[in-house]
């Protein structure tokens, strides 16, 4: 038997939407801030990183009846929808033009040290420290072989260090 949930409106009137089943609410009450933690990490916008996991798990609610390991799904979901987001602010960067006096947000050392990373070093080092996966899950994620992700995080982690030591 199937319970079901609705999502109650922000508008306060009757919502169209599907009901959420009761497993997803609770996948959303339990890993919704570790998820944000996470694209946050990637991403290094707090507002995009909650935008892009609402959107996943919405994504995630189409496909709930057809997904064996919801939580697997959602993180990499969420990690494509990063790489995604990265992309298209490279695009955007490239085609805006720069301001003449840049103002200086305040000091965040770990994202600027991520920062100079490539983005598969950076996200291997993510999945690895922050999520605690293996390399065998962390290929899946990236969609690459376990020995890239082993490369990916030795190159990784010794930028780093080398960033670090400066």
């Given at each position: 038997m199937?319970?079901?949930?609705?999502v109650?409106s922000s508008?306060?009137?009757?919502?169209a939407?599907p009901p959420w089943?009761?497993?997803?609410?609770?996948?959303y009450?339990?890993?919704?801030?570790?998820?944000?933690r996470?694209a946050y990490?990637?991403?290094?916008?707090?507002?995009?990183?909650?935008?892009?996991?609402?959107d996943?798990?919405?994504?995630?609610?189409?496909?709930?009846?057809?997904i064996?390991?919801?939580?697997?799904?959602?993180?990499t979901t969420?990690?494509?929808?990063c790489?995604?987001?990265?992309?298209r602010?490279?695009?955007?960067?490239r085609?805006?033009?720069?301001?003449?006096?840049?103002?200086?947000?305040?000091?965040?050392?770990?994202w600027?040290?991520?920062?100079t990373l490539p983005?598969?070093?950076?996200?291997?080092?993510?999945?690895?420290?922050?999520?605690?996966?293996?390399?065998?899950?962390?290929?899946?994620?990236?969609?690459?072989?376990p020995?890239t992700v082993?490369?990916?995080l030795?190159r990784?982690?010794a930028?780093?260090?080398?960033e670090?030591?400066?």
């Amino acid at each position: 038997m199937l319970v079901t949930h609705a999502v109650p409106s922000s508008a306060g009137l009757a919502s169209a939407a599907p009901p959420w089943p009761l497993e997803l609410v609770a996948l959303y009450d339990d890993r919704y801030a570790p998820m944000v933690r996470l694209a946050y990490l990637l991403t290094g916008d707090q507002a995009a990183a909650e935008e892009l996991v609402q959107d996943s798990f919405v994504a995630l609610h189409r496909r709930w009846q057809r997904i064996t390991t919801p939580s697997a799904y959602l993180r990499t979901t969420v990690v494509n929808a990063c790489r995604t987001w990265g992309r298209r602010k490279v695009v955007e960067l490239r085609h805006q033009p720069r301001p003449r006096d840049a103002v200086a947000d305040a000091p965040d050392e770990m994202w600027d040290v991520l920062l100079t990373l490539p983005p598969r070093q950076r996200a291997a080092i993510v999945l690895r420290f922050y999520e605690d996966l293996p390399d065998d899950d962390i290929a899946r994620v990236l969609g690459c072989r376990p020995a890239t992700v082993r490369t990916a995080l030795f190159r990784g982690l010794a930028k780093l260090r080398k960033e670090i030591e400066r």
